[in-house]
C-alpha cells in the first residue's frame, strides 16, 4: 500500500473519530448542521450514545463475572489445600 493511501485512510479515520466523539459528548452539535443533514446526524448521535451505553453495561457485566470466577475459583482451591473455612 503506498504511503498516500495509508495516509488519506488515517485522515479520514481520525475525522470520523472526532466526528463521533463531537456528536456523543455535545448535545448542540446536531442543531449547528446544515438542516439536510441534521436528521442524519440524529440518528447518529442515537446510535453512538445506544452502543456507548451497551459497552458499559457489557464492561460492567464482564468485570462482575470475572470477580465470580475468580471467587469461585478461590474457593475451589481452599477447598482442594484443606484451607476452607
Given at each position: 500500500?503506498r504511503?498516500?493511501?495509508v495516509?488519506?485512510?488515517?485522515?479520514?479515520?481520525?475525522a470520523?473519530?472526532t466526528?463521533?466523539?463531537?456528536l456523543?459528548?455535545r448535545?448542540?452539535?446536531v442543531?449547528?448542521?446544515?438542516e439536510?443533514l441534521?436528521?442524519?446526524?440524529t440518528?447518529?448521535?442515537?446510535?453512538?450514545v445506544?452502543?456507548?451505553r451497551k459497552?458499559?453495561?457489557?464492561?460492567?457485566?464482564?468485570?462482575?463475572?470475572e470477580?465470580?470466577?475468580e471467587?469461585?475459583?478461590?474457593?475451589?482451591f481452599?477447598?482442594?489445600t484443606?484451607?476452607a473455612n
Amino acid at each position: 500500500m503506498r504511503f498516500s493511501t495509508v495516509l488519506a485512510i488515517a485522515t479520514g479515520a481520525a475525522a470520523a473519530f472526532t466526528a463521533a466523539k463531537r456528536l456523543m459528548d455535545r448535545d448542540d452539535a446536531v442543531e449547528q448542521l446544515p438542516e439536510s443533514l441534521q436528521q442524519p446526524a440524529t440518528r447518529a448521535q442515537s446510535f453512538l450514545v445506544d452502543s456507548r451505553r451497551k459497552l458499559s453495561q457489557a464492561m460492567a457485566d464482564a468485570h462482575e463475572e470475572e470477580a465470580t470466577a475468580e471467587d469461585e475459583l478461590r474457593q475451589e482451591f481452599l477447598r482442594r489445600t484443606g484451607r476452607a473455612n
